[in-house]
């Protein structure tokens, strides 16, 4: 079974530049999750869709991230325009069921640096 | 919301048994205890889970005493390869398992 794909796996990026993190969850999951985790911290759940549909965004910084699943598929998280404190780890990962028992599966992440 | 304890660091040898115990005074009678394991460079990946007892895997052995306040994981025989963050998690069973990482404990095995 294949796993959570992510790309990049590494970007640069100078700050108020904008960027673009991909990510395609395993087949047949319903509920995809971003994560920004901080050198030396846990990960921090941005983002959480249901299909199409965000069940939990209240931890996404709304002025300058934004994300999409269209399709209820493939998902994308944007930064514009990036800040020095958004340089971490971006974790995507996605789960077979939202009923809160399921194991969430990570991908490999996009870690960002900005310079 | 059942806030979890864990020690920041352990330290072990190779062929050693580790335990690593989490405190979660307020957990539901809802909750199940749940672990993740991260190698450096990569995403969490799930070790084990458990409600009450003891579950035991290829992987670990989770022990959980029946007021369900404190849970431990149990490594046996750990090898080098063992060297990683273990995180503690409830799962939020009525926000679609939304999981809440702390610190973690970062083991460190040694030759």
């Known amino acids: 079974e294949a796993g959570v794909a992510q790309s990049p796996r590494y970007k640069i990026i100078e700050k108020r530049q904008s960027v673009a993190f991909w990510c395609n969850p395993i087949s047949g999951h319903a509920t995809l999750y971003w994560y920004q985790q901080i050198l030396g911290q846990g990960p921090k759940l941005l983002i959480q869709f249901q299909n199409n549909g965000v069940v939990d965004d209240s931890q996404l910084p709304k002025d300058r991230f934004s994300a999409e699943r269209l399709k209820g598929v493939d998902s994308t998280l944007k930064i514009q325009p990036a800040k020095l404190e958004d340089s971490a780890v971006y974790l995507c990962a996605s789960s077979l069921d939202p009923t809160g028992l399921e194991t969430q599966y990570f991908g490999p992440g996009t870690r960002l640096l900005v310079l | 919301l059942a806030k979890t304890t864990q020690p920041i660091s352990m330290d072990s040898y190779e062929g050693q048994e580790v335990n690593i115990t989490c405190s979660h005074n307020?957990?539901?009678?809802?909750?199940?205890i749940t672990w993740y394991q991260q190698f450096p460079s990569q995403g969490p990946r799930f070790i084990i889970q458990g409600y009450k007892t003891k579950v035991t895997n290829e992987v670990a052995s989770l022990f959980i005493p029946a007021d369900r306040k404190s849970s431990t994981l149990s490594l046996p025989r750990v090898s080098l390869s063992d060297t990683a963050v273990y995180y503690c998690l409830v799962p939020l069973y009525n926000q679609g398992g939304k999981l809440i990482f702390g610190q973690g404990t970062e083991l460190s095995v040694k030759p």
């Open positions: 307020n957990i539901a009678t809802n909750d199940y």
